[in-house]
């Protein structure tokens, strides 16, 4: 049996404050090592990448997630009880809810909203001498998501809401003020929808029952009783919050349109291949979670490695998809390395890997891929912008990250 490699430091937790998504593959390198062993917050843990160690990760026979993620995300990114915290039957039977709610229909509608909404925006901003987009994009999609579901938003409500959504998501990963103002805005928003799950469960509020809103009010668990309404909250929360994230992602598109205007034009052109692989690219090069959590259920080896019970694993999102031995130059942009992509579950892992129905493979990948399309077709399609000077540098020290200057254009003009 080999012995895993050791970090010679005692505690690790600075190091990967300041390292932030580069810390394990970092580790790695300096290690010649795909796995190595170290202490975060004085708790032994396990990290490791690349494909088989995905593809280890996500057998459900090996590893929990309950308990698994920190204190801290739970307060301001998933929340208590949710979908991500669960595992086996559990897991499955909640895990189908979701899936329920991915049809091609469903996933069309919430697209069409969002197009409704980029349009509708369009119109302000050529009033405007300057749009920070990522702003902007946050409450595009946070509309959007409410009107899918079936949350209600009134006008008033709508940046006091997308501001608390964003929040949750910015103080995930930071220490200090903006975690605690994400602990707070986590607070905010529970309060908020819980309220609302209990005018649908009384009656005072009607909702279609094709919303997701309906369908998770009455959801059953396996033994037929109805999620407690801080639960039911925690996973409408699951739906808005997450599609509020994908304003990463589409800052990160714009970044990638400017940096490499060769690809506008091939957009431009309206190749429905390209819009899928430079999609695809976006999601791989840009960061967006650092790594994934889990604690060994029970003893076992791998590659000659041993796995005690009880460990805690990470596995790394962001330097999996940078693994030199999976990607051609890795650190270069470049979608057309889509083109003949074997698809594999476990190499391209921005939003978790294997199986969506059985793993923990986030259930809204597929609607972020058509968000980042729609919002793809708009930028290159249907606006006109320039981009002033400012900083665009993305500090891959702060997780979850996105450009300092949030991407600001100028000059807008709808055409």
Not at 24 to 49: A, E, G, P, V
Request: neutral net charge; proline residues 4%; charged residues 25%.
């Amino acid at each position: 049996m080999l012995q895993i490699p050791q970090v010679r430091i005692f505690d690790s937790t600075l190091l990967l404050a300041l390292n932030g998504y580069r810390f394990i593959s970092q580790q790695c390198q300096c290690y010649q090592t795909d796995i190595f062993q170290t202490r975060l917050l004085f708790k032994k843990t396990i990290c490791f990448q690349g494909e088989e160690a995905a593809r280890v990760f996500y057998d459900t026979e090996k590893f929990s997630r309950q308990g698994a993620a920190p204190k801290r995300l739970q307060k301001t990114l998933f929340g208590k009880d949710g979908v991500q915290g669960l595992d086996g039957d559990a897991h499955r039977h909640r895990k189908q809810m979701f899936m329920s709610l991915m049809s091609d229909k469903g996933i069309k509608q919430l697209a069409d909203l969002t197009r409704e909404q980029w349009y509708n925006y369009a119109q302000k901003w050529s009033q405007s001498d300057r749009v920070v987009l990522f702003e902007e994009a946050r409450e595009i999609l946070c509309r959007a998501a409410c009107t899918w579901t079936g949350v209600p938003l009134s006008e008033s409500e709508v940046t006091g809401r997308t501001k608390d959504l964003g929040a949750m998501i910015d103080g995930s990963g930071t220490v200090g003020l903006k975690h605690w103002q994400g602990r707070r805005s986590r607070k905010q928003v529970e309060k908020w929808i819980e309220d609302i799950i209990e005018q649908v469960r009384n009656s005072r509020l009607e909702i279609p029952e094709d919303r997701a809103l309906y369908s998770i009010a009455n959801h059953r668990d396996l033994e037929g009783n109805l999620l407690d309404k801080h639960t039911a909250a925690v996973e409408i929360i699951n739906l808005i919050r997450p599609t509020v994230a994908i304003a990463r992602y589409v800052i990160f598109a714009a970044l990638a349109l400017h940096e490499h205007p060769e690809c506008r034009q091939k957009l431009q052109n309206g190749e429905d291949d390209y819009y899928q692989w430079f999609v695809q690219e976006v999601r791989r090069f840009y960061p967006f979670f650092p790594f994934a959590a889990a604690v060994v259920d029970r003893d076992f080896d791998w590659q000659d490695y041993h796995f005690p019970q009880g460990t805690k694993v990470l596995l790394d999102l962001y330097g999996t998809n940078h693994d030199p031995q999976l990607w051609n130059n890795a650190e270069d942009f470049t979608p057309e390395r889509f083109c003949d992509w074997n698809g594999s579950k476990f190499a391209l892992i921005p939003q978790g890997g294997g199986d969506y129905y059985t793993n923990h493979r986030c259930p809204g990948e597929w609607i972020t891929i058509e968000l980042m399309k729609v919002s793809l077709n708009f930028l290159t399609q249907s606006l006109q912008y320039d981009v002033p000077k400012q900083d665009l540098e993305i500090p891959l020290s702060t997780m979850p990250t996105a450009p300092k200057s949030g991407f600001v254009i100028s000059n807008v003009s709808p055409s």
